[in-house]
């Protein structure tokens, strides 16, 4: 039973340009959402978080965005660079326990 | 600054063998979490502690088990390896949901 769903394998947009990367959930007891970024054989890194009581969250170029009536977030790299090739997991809390989503796999092209 | 740390980074198991996967967070964090993340999925949480002496059941904790006897050890054991265990394990240690969590580099266990 996936409770957080990253439904994009893979994303590729052009250097310079805005990525936007989506994650749906389906508990509606959620209290935090993440975001983290994943190189190869290495662990996440966390990247930005958002409460549930809030609609968004910006840190330098990254903005996460979160829409509880549709039970759907978003993270927006503007404007996205080369070193932003990466696994992006979105992730979500309750009770202490984290919930991850499958990734989603950016490539930005320069 | 270390953060966590865990070892081994790779190792081969032969079916019904045992190992303990090790972690340390040199941080003085509470909160500890086990992951194994297998090809293609998400991070499924084994076990979690939220401070010395407690510990508690993930999302899959069946075939394995932990201790937390000190705030920075946080180790995994494996009693009778089987091949449905080959996967990535990840350790983090952290303090509150909305500062993120410090994940270690992984250990990557293969099960024959």
Sequence with gaps: DQQVKQNSPSLSVQEGRISILNCDYTNSMFDYFLWYKKYPAEGPTFLISISSIKDKNEDGRFTVFLNKSAKHLSLHIVPSQPGDSAVYFCAAETGNQFYFGTGTSLTVIP | ?112
Excluded at chain 2, 3 to 20: D, E
Excluded at chain 2, 57 to 62: H, Q, S
Excluded at chain 2, 73 to 93: G, I, K
């Design chain 2, 1 to 112: 600054n270390a953060g966590v740390t865990q070892t081994p980074k790779f190792r081969i198991l032969k079916i019904g063998q045992s190992m303990t996967l090790q972690c340390t967070q040199d941080m003085n964090h509470n909160y500890m979490y086990w992951y194994r993340q297998d090809p293609g999925m998400g991070l499924k949480l084994i076990y979690y502690s939220v401070g010395a002496g407690i510990t508690d059941k993930g999302e899959v904790p069946n075939g394995y088990n932990v201790s937390r006897s000190t705030t920075e050890d946080f180790p995994l054991r494996l009693e009778l390896a089987a091949p449905s265990q080959t996967s990535v394990y990840f350790c983090a240690s952290g303090e509150a949901a909305n500062y993120g969590y410090t994940f270690g580099s992984g250990t990557r266990l293969t099960v024959v």
